[in-house]
Nanobody, 122 residues
């Protein structure tokens, strides 16, 4: 098992930036395909970005392309999501997810999930 804990959420004005982190523990020595999802109020869960297990490929939802960047620090077992030019519609709970198989967004078939961190853009 691997445990995922997100942090870095908060409130920001439109146009601002936030950087989310997802710390992995447990069997974090293995290479995981990892992703960020979000769920806004009254909305379905949306896959935002993912990074394959060796870090060679990324995917971004059209809604965040050019504004968000997913990255990983293997030495720290931490996944990041740099969010720039934030919009009110980016308001959501953001979740980190991981799986040992390569799960391509928009699929949400990730085995491991964090508890989420709130991002509010006004």
């Amino acid at each position: 098992h691997v445990q995922l804990v997100e942090s870095g959420g908060g409130s920001v004005q439109a146009g601002g930036s936030l950087k989310l982190s997802c710390a992995a523990s447990g069997r974090a020595d293995r290479q995981y395909c990892m992703a960020w999802f979000r769920q806004g109020p009254g909305k379905d869960r949306e896959g935002v970005a993912n990074l394959n297990s060796d870090g060679s490929n990324t995917y971004y939802a059209d809604s965040v392309k050019g504004r968000f960047t997913i990255s990983r620090d293997n030495a720290k077992n931490t996944l990041y999501l740099q969010m720039n030019s934030l919009k009110p519609e980016d308001t959501a709970v953001y979740y980190c997810a991981a799986d040992l198989t390569e799960v391509t967004l928009p699929s949400a078939k990730y085995k491991y999930w964090g508890q989420g961190t709130q991002v509010t853009v006004s």
